[in-house]
C-alpha cells in the first residue's frame, strides 16, 4: 500500500457496527430506519415499540413522533450503503476492468467509489494521481489484510488522499495539529507546527470522535436537566393558573354580590324617599287648599262687616288697611298650585278605544267628565291604559302596582309588587293594552313585561344595555296597526319596534340624521303605520315613518315655550292631533300635525 493511504475495515469497526446495528435487537438488518436521536431501529422492532404514536429509544430515551406506525420515518440509507460495498466487493475480481475493456479483457482488482469503475492495479497506478481540483480517490481493495493479521475476506475499504500540503507542494497532508485543528504534512512538525499535539488523521478522527461522544452525553444530561425544570415549571404555572382562575372567579362572585346589594339597597331608600316625598307634597297640598279657603272666608267677613255699623267708630284708616292686607295675602297665594301636580300620562294606548277616550276627556269642553282613585293611595302614576270593556288600567309607580278600574271609577283588583322576579317591578313605568295582552316597561330594570288583562304573568324580554333589543330606561310604550309594539328607549336615545314574542325589528335613529334627546314616550298613527316621539330633554316631538324617516318636527323654545318638562303622548286618529302632558305647567297641549298648539 502507498504511504497516502488509509484503510478502515468495515465489518469490523465498532463505531460502524454501533452506528448500523439496531438500538434495541442489536442485530444489523436492512430494513432499518433512523430515530429523530439518528440511532438506527429495525422494521420489527419498530412495530413492537410503538405507543400511542410515538417510540422511545432505548439508548437515549427520546420520543420519536410516529403516527402511521413508523412507516415515515426516515430510512436508513447507511446499510444499504454497506450493501452496496458488499456487492462491489464481492464483484471484484469477476466484473473485468473497466479501462481494460475497452482494448483488452483484465479481471478487475479494485474498485474507485468517486468514478465508478473496476480497476486493475496497472490502472489504478496511473488513476490515483490525477486528482482534479485537489481532490481525492476512494478505492476498494478485498485483497488487502488487516493490520491484526486478519486473513482474506476481510474486506476493507482504502481511502488515498492526494491533496498537497500549500506550504510543502512537494508532500501530501497525512497529518492532523490538534492545536491548530488542521490537516499538515510531515514537513510542517518542524516549522509550522514545532510542539504542537500532532496525529495521524484516523488517530484523530477516533479522538475527535471521543470527544464528540463525551460532549453529546454532557448535552444530552443537560437536556434531561432542562426537560425536568422545564416540567416543574409547567406544573408551577398550571397550579399559579388554577388559583388565580379560582381567585378572579372569587373577586367577580363578591364583586357581583356586594353591587346588586348597594343597588337593592339604592332603590330600597330611593323608594322610600320618594314615598316620604309625596307625603309632603300631599301635605303641602292640603294645607294650601286649607289657607286658601280660609283667606276667601277672612276676605268676604272683612268686606261684609265694612258695611256694618259694628266698624263706624273706628278710623277709616284703619278700616282701609284691612282689604289691602287680605289683598296681598290672596295675591300671595296665587303664587301656590290650586291642584295637584300632574304625576299620570295620558297613556299611549288609549287610541284602542275612542268612546271610553271621549267619556274621560272632552276635547270641547277642555275639563275631565269625572274622576277616580282618590279612595286609594296612589303614589306617582305613570301611565294609563283603556281596555274594549272600558275598564281602566293605571301604572301606580311608588307602591309598584298596577291598578285596574271598572269604567265608572270602583277598583276591580291590582297586581304586581316590589322586586326583580317575574310580575315583579322596581320602577313601572309605560303601559300598552293590545288586544288581551297588556305590556309594562320597567326603567330600573331595562326590560318590557307583559301580563293578561287579569294581571297573570306571561313573559318578558329585554335587558340593561346599548345593543339591539336592550334597553336603558325604557319609559313609555305603545302598539301600532300590525301588532308590532314601540318602545321609548330613554337614556339610549332612541326608539325600538319589536314582535310580540320580543324580537328586535328596528332602531330609529340609525344614523345622525335625527337626533333624540331622552324619548319619553311614543305614539303610533294606525292608517299609515308612523309613530309619534315625545324627548323630555330639549323637549320636542318628531314624527317619523317605521323605516326611520323623519316626517315632522316641532317644538316651542325660549321663554314662554309651549313644553317645558313633557311628560307623557298621546295621537288621535280621529281629529288628528298630538296632545302632550305637561307637569311643569300642569296641562296638556294639543298640537295639529304641522305642530301649531
Known sequence: MDSGTKSLNTDTSPLLNETLSCVNCKLFKQASKFLNCNHVICSNCLTALVIDGSIECSMCNLLTPAPNGGVDLEDNF????????????????????????????TPSEL????????????????????????AYHVFIDRNIQTESGAGAGQFLVQTSFSQLCR???????????????????????????????????????????????????????????????LQQSEQKKGALEEERGLKRDEIVQEFEDSLALIVEQRDKKLFELGREFDDVINTLFIQTQQLESTLNQLYQAIRLTQSCDVLSQCNIDQLSLIPKITDRLLSLTETIPKQKPIQSSLGASLHSNPEVREHKYSMKEKKPSHKFGESFNLNKTRAIASGEGGDVFVVDKGNALIHAFSPEGKQKFAFGKYGRGPGEFKNPWGLCL????????????????????????????????????????????????????????????????FEQNGKNLSIIPHDDSIVMLKPVDVAAVLHDDSVWVLTGSDPAVFHVSSEGELLTQFASLGKGRALVHPIS??????TRCVL??????????????????
Request: aromatic content about 8%.
Open 78 to 105: 447507511m446499510t444499504q450503503h454497506c450493501i452496496n460495498r458488499r456487492e462491489v466487493l464481492e464483484n471484484i475480481g469477476t466484473v473485468p476492468c473497466t479501462p481494460c475493456c475497452l482494448g483488452k479483457s
Open 111 to 134: 474498485f474507485c467509489v468517486q468514478c465508478n469503475q473496476y480497476m486493475c492495479q496497472i490502472d489504478w497506478n496511473a488513476h490515483k494521481n490525477f486528482v482534479p481540483g485537489g
Open 167 to 229: 506550504e510543502h507542494p512537494s508532500y501530501s497532508m497525512e497529518l492532523y495539529c490538534s492545536d491548530c485543528r488542521a490537516l499538515i504534512c510531515a514537513s510542517c512538525i518542524v516549522v509550522a507546527h514545532k510542539g504542537h499535539v500532532v496525529r495521524e488523521i484516523s488517530e484523530a478522527i477516533k479522538t475527535e470522535l471521543s470527544d464528540f461522544s463525551k460532549c453529546r452525553e454532557s448535552l444530552e444530561e443537560k437536556i434531561d436537566a432542562c426537560k425536568q425544570k
Open 434 to 497: 293590545q288586544g288581551k295582552r297588556l305590556w309594562v316597561s320597567d326603567s330600573s330594570m331595562g326590560i318590557v313585561m307583559s301580563f293578561t288583562l287579569e294581571g297573570t304573568y306571561l313573559s318578558r324580554f329585554g335587558a340593561w344595555g346599548m345593543g339591539p333589543g336592550e334597553f336603558q330606561s325604557p319609559k313609555g310604550l305603545c302598539a301600532d296597526a300590525k301588532g308590532c309594539l314601540w318602545v321609548a328607549d330613554c337614556d339610549n336615545n332612541r326608539i325600538q319596534r
Open 569 to 574: 303622548l298621546f295621537y288621535d286618529d280621529t
Open 580 to 597: 302632550v302632558a305637561d307637569t311643569a305647567v300642569c296641562s296638556v297641549t294639543v298640537f295639529n300635525e304641522a305642530g301649531v298648539a
